[in-house]
């Protein structure tokens, strides 16, 4: 069980690292979604189930969902 | 300059949490509050999920305080994107593909029900106000995404919305004059883990599912409209 | 091994810090700063919940009645979670309310180029 998540934190922290490096704003949201999920399940193997549905409901689909709307409007390339 | 006054500032953060983290051993047991919680919990509140005790009946106010600062910003954002400018005309947009409009149409009532049951249990399982609220305005979403130039009635959502809100603060006042403090659980406890248990925690419940899914949804339905 | 078992989730939360601050610090299109902003409020979150945890321990839910509450985590870390994560999305969404506001005003995202406040 720490294996796997020890696995999952590394994947976590390479998601976050690409959200710094990509410079088109759309993967880097993406990025941080997947950040966000990961986190959800860390969440879980923590023994909590509440916030693991908070964060996969809130964090990963109603902030990804209004950072791509809100990219619309705006510059999709970074400068 | 700049670099190097943020590679300081970032050292100095590193060796600050680094240090902190090294005094809280993982695993151990550390506070004696939440034993408290844990083992009265099930008395004094009724619920048998022991965050939804925590969070509804022993901190209600903090969640009062919760639902203030999401109903003043989704205040502050209806009050920011609608100022002169705006742009509300309807674009060309290629409609949505055959599938995701009829799915759309078929999944939104399905995932509304279940948002209503994830709130409605919130003192059985784990679930809540919270959570059932940002079911219901990911259900919203995928209305939008179905057909972009669907509004949903403004007057409708924002008396949900408002209807919410007061009946959290008039369920309070109502344990104000019926007991002792604001907030206090008067109704009757009844058995645990069945669903019409833990006193007044489903319908404040019931009512926060309501405005957080009502306020979400109002936060997607601003900024789709500014960006149409 | 036991040097991770301590220490994985700390490590994970504490990453996650560090990364989200030198976003913050580092870029200048603003939707990247916002971006930097909510990975760092995941951290944080991440550091509360894994602080709660109890080795062996059990997720504090009575499902059955009469129940042992020894085994079970802390239930107070995870309620202070749960409203940070909602107080999260609000900041966010009205972070980004004004991104799309300042664009239409200035035309750039760009912090360097948006020193000057007109009244």
């Known amino acids: 069980m720490i294996v796997i998540a020890s696995v999952l934190v590394v994947v976590m922290l390479a998601a976050a690292v690409a959200a710094l490096i990509f410079r088109d704003l759309l993967s880097a949201v993406i990025a941080s979604c997947v950040v966000s999920l990961i986190a959800s399940l860390l969440f879980f193997f923590l023994q909590a189930p509440d916030v693991a549905m908070a964060e996969a409901s809130i964090g990963a689909a109603l902030v990804t969902a209004v950072f791509v709307i809100a990219l619309r409007r705006t510059n999709r390339y970074e400068e | ?228 | 091994m036991s040097f991770l078992s301590d220490y994985a989730y700390y490590i994970g939360a504490f990453g996650l810090v560090l990364i989200g601050l030198l976003v913050v610090l580092s870029k200048h299109n603003l939707i990247k700063v916002i971006i930097g902003l909510s990975i760092f409020d995941t951290g944080i979150n991440l550091f509360l919940v894994s602080v709660g945890y109890l080795r062996k321990g059990t997720a504090p839910i009575f499902s059955r009645p009469g129940m042992d509450a020894g085994g079970m985590v802390d239930p107070v870390p995870q309620a202070l979670v749960l409203t940070a994560i909602v107080i999260g999305v609000a900041v966010l969404a009205l972070a980004l309310g004004l991104a799309v506001r300042l664009y239409r005003e200035y035309g750039t995202l760009d912090l360097r180029k948006m020193r000057e406040l007109k009244w």
């Not at chain 2, 947009?93 to 149409?105: H, I, N, T, W």
């Open chain 2, 1 to 228: 300059m700049r670099a190097v006054v943020g590679i300081i500032l970032l050292a100095v953060v590193a060796v600050g949490i680094g240090l902190a983290l090294a005094e809280v051993p993982f695993g151990a047991p550390k506070t004696e509050v939440g034993g408290y919680y844990l083992e009265h919990g099930r008395e004094e509140t009724g619920a048998a999920n022991a965050v939804t005790s925590v969070v509804v009946g022993y901190r209600a106010f903090d969640t009062l305080g919760e639902v203030t600062v999401l109903f003043v910003a989704a205040l502050g954002l209806g009050a920011v994107l609608t100022a002169a400018g705006a742009k509300t005309g309807r674009r060309d947009v290629q409609p949505a593909s055959l599938v995701l409009r009829s799915g759309a149409k078929l999944l939104f009532p399905l995932i509304i029900l279940f948002g209503v049951y994830v709130f409605a249990h919130g003192h059985l399982t784990p679930g809540g106000g919270f959570q059932g609220g940002a079911v219901i305005a990911s259900a919203f979403l995928l209305l939008y995404l179905g057909d972009r130039n669907r509004r949903i009635s403004k007057a409708r959502r924002t008396a949900t919305e408002s209807l919410s809100g007061i009946a959290f603060v008039v369920i309070g006042l109502l344990g104000l004059s019926v007991g002792g403090h604001y907030l206090m659980n008067f109704m009757p406890k009844g058995t645990l883990n069945t669903l019409l248990s833990a006193g007044i925690i489903p319908l404040i419940y019931v009512a926060i599912g309501f405005k957080v899914g009502a306020e979400l949804a109002g936060v997607i339905d601003d900024l789709v409209k500014e960006t149409a």
